[in-house]
């Protein structure tokens, strides 16, 4: 025990000793010039000291120093630092050395120029730090980074709390605690050989931030002559992406999905943009592979990619639905594209197989490009609804940044209509197989503007299917027997067909069918008139024909029905032409007589024609 007493006793000696070799460092112009040695080693700058120093021994020697100011040569950054605290080395100070164990660091503020200049700025800050020999920590607390634009400076970094290791001209890693945009993160920063980093040639560069929003990660090297560059392995993760987004001032282009992301490939990154190559990119579950660029021109973010995915699954975005709504009727919202403005993009995008909705489509290849505000989604080609399915949307904002102007063409080839139809327009009225072809544009301030001033024109041929919802040839047979016995609503049942031939013309918001004729063994069924896309009703008339037996090798038409369809999309009224089937009746002529010819009891029997 006794030969422990001086051990024990050891550190009350030095403190003794410090405090007796402390007035030969109390004078005022020793302590400045002992803290601006210490300052000067550690940035390679001539720091000011505008307020008072002092020198405490307890809890150990230490020199203080307040209102430091350190500016580099062009006056593009400039730090701050209300207090310093130098703490010495406890053995050289029994020597009259004053040697920095580490340097504290309260409150202070580092602002850069927010300009092409700060760069410049930085790289002769780290020149000088590349010239500095200290071994020593730097303990940041409650610090702050400010950007200044002109006179204005906006703080970018309000708080934090970190610990900078120096080793000299070797290496400077950084770790702590800072809040950026209102969140926390965790930084770890590591630059090793930073003496050839600032003579002009390469260094180790390792650095990862982590919090709420997100997580980043960057492996690699940088050097800074002839302009910053970085070269390595980048990785980020989020577990929402629509809040990362927010986080960073930016909108999701949907309104439903982007949750999980993960992002990692090598990139290459300098003051122009940046590049990733051998990417690997994993979104709400999809998994995609392909490379990336990021550059600036005139102040504009461009980006383009390519991805290539085997599977795809789009239903987190939303229902693939083309000229619907969810209450039947078109939103009257204003249409805002101002975030399509910010950045211009060029995408490209195949995939084996693409899942959206109900949807199914194999070996898709698609583009999206988004210039000057203008967007156009374009699939080339797709396998989907047992065919050939091809599609190009375009969207621009409207004049004077208002609304939008919007061209939709819509092509497939040999595809099942029900599958086609029921995905794309939520209506399932239509089977068989065959071809479809759908041009349509407008503009407005909302989508019910557009489509109240929807022009273009769809045609449609196909063949082996059936009208779902009325049972024509039954309904002829009966009619054909009992005239009257068919007054009333004849919906319900199919009408198959052998071929069916479409064609319209769109203007205003209304639909005229040119052309529509369905063709069976059976009967045949020819329609005109105008259906409002606007007010989503349908104004027709046609005649269907039950076709007899066959004279001279010709088939010949046993039984004709006039009828007319009223009523909206969803529940379609076909009614047959009252006039005519009370004429075909023996008992109702004996009744009315000559009154014959001018009886509408329905008042239904006019003509449907535009």
Avoid at 374 to 384: C, D, F, P, R, Y
Avoid at 464 to 480: E, S, W
Avoid at 546 to 564: N, R, Y
Wanted: hydrophobic content about 45%.
């Amino acid at each position: 025990m006794k030969k422990l007493v001086p051990i024990l006793l050891l550190p009350v000696v030095l403190v003794l000793a410090a405090a007796a070799f402390a007035p030969k460092l109390a004078s005022d112009a020793r302590l400045r010039a002992e803290a601006v040695a210490a300052v000067r080693a550690a940035t390679g700058r001539e720091p000011r000291i505008e307020g008072p120093v002092g020198f405490s021994v307890l809890p150990w020697p230490a020199i203080t120093a307040e209102d430091l100011t350190v500016d580099d040569e062009d006056g593009d950054s400039r730090l701050m630092v209300p207090r310093l605290r130098v703490v010495l080395h406890l053995l050289p100070l029994l020597t009259g050395q004053a040697r920095a164990d580490h340097i504290e660091l309260a409150s202070p503020e580092l602002s850069i120029v927010g300009s092409e200049a700060s760069l410049d700025g930085f790289s002769a800050l780290v020149a000088g730090l590349g010239t500095s020999r200290l071994d020593a920590d730097i303990r940041v607390t409650d610090g702050q980074l400010l950007v200044r634009h002109g006179n204005v400076s906006e703080v970018v970094i309000p708080r934090a709390d970190v610990r900078l290791a120096w080793q000299g001209m070797k290496e400077v890693a950084l770790k702590g605690k800072l809040t950026w945009r209102g969140e926390p993160l965790d930084v770890d920063f590591a630059l090793s050989d930073v003496a050839r980093l600032a003579a002009g040639g390469g260094a180790g560069l390792r650095l990862s931030a982590s919090g709420p929003p997100a997580e980043f990660s960057f492996d690699g090297s940088v050097k800074l002559a002839g302009g910053p560059v970085a070269e390595g392995q980048l990785a980020m993760s989020s577990r929402k992406l629509r809040d990362t987004l927010e986080w960073l001032g930016l909108d999701a282009p949907t309104e439903q999905g982007f949750g999980a992301f993960a992002l990692r490939g090598q990139a290459l990154m300098s003051d122009q943009g940046a590049a990733l190559s051998s990417a690997r990119l994993e979104l709400d579950g999809n998994v995609s592979e392909g490379g990336f660029n990021l550059r600036l021109e005139d102040g504009r973010s461009i980006v383009q990619g390519s991805l290539a995915s085997e599977s795809v699954d789009l239903t987190p975005y939303g229902q693939l639905t083309i000229f619907d709504s969810d209450d039947g009727t078109w939103s009257d919202d204003p249409l805002d594209l101002s975030r399509l403005a910010r950045l211009d993009l060029d995408l490209r995008l195949s995939a084996t197989r693409v899942r959206a909705g109900n949807s199914q489509f194999r070996r898709m290849a698609a583009s999206a490009v988004l210039k000057n505000g203008k967007l156009s989604l374009a699939i080339g080609e797709a396998e989907a609804w047992d065919g050939i399915f091809r599609a190009a949307i375009h969207v621009a904002p409207g004049p004077n940044g208002a609304g939008a102007d919007a061209r939709v063409d819509l092509a497939g080839d040999d595809v099942a209509f029900a599958k086609a139809f029921g995905d794309i327009f939520r209506s399932q009225r239509l089977e068989g197989k065959g071809s479809f072809h759908l041009t349509a544009g407008g503009a407005g301030e909302s989508i019910a503007q557009i489509v109240t001033g929807l022009d273009g024109d769809f045609t449609l041929s196909g063949a082996h299917g059936a009208l779902v919802g009325m049972d024509v040839g039954r309904i002829l047979d009966r009619l054909a027997k009992r005239p009257l016995s068919g007054m009333g609503d004849l919906r319900g049942g199919r009408t198959p067909f052998d071929s069916i031939e479409l064609s319209a013309t769109i203007a205003g918001g209304i639909a005229r069918l040119a052309k529509f004729e369905v063709e069976s063994s059976r009967l045949r069924i020819a329609m005109n008139g105008k259906c409002s896309i606007a007010r989503r009703d349908l104004d027709l008339s046609g005649e269907a024909t039950l076709m007899g037996s066959k004279e001279a090798g010709t088939q010949v038409a046993s039984f004709e029905l006039p009828f007319i369809v009223r009523g909206d999309w969803e529940r379609p009224v076909v009614l047959p032409d009252a006039q005519l089937l009370i004429r075909r009746s023996g008992a109702a002529r004996a009744l009315f007589g000559d009154k014959l010819n001018t009886l509408d009891p329905l008042g239904v029997s006019g003509s449907a024609n535009p």
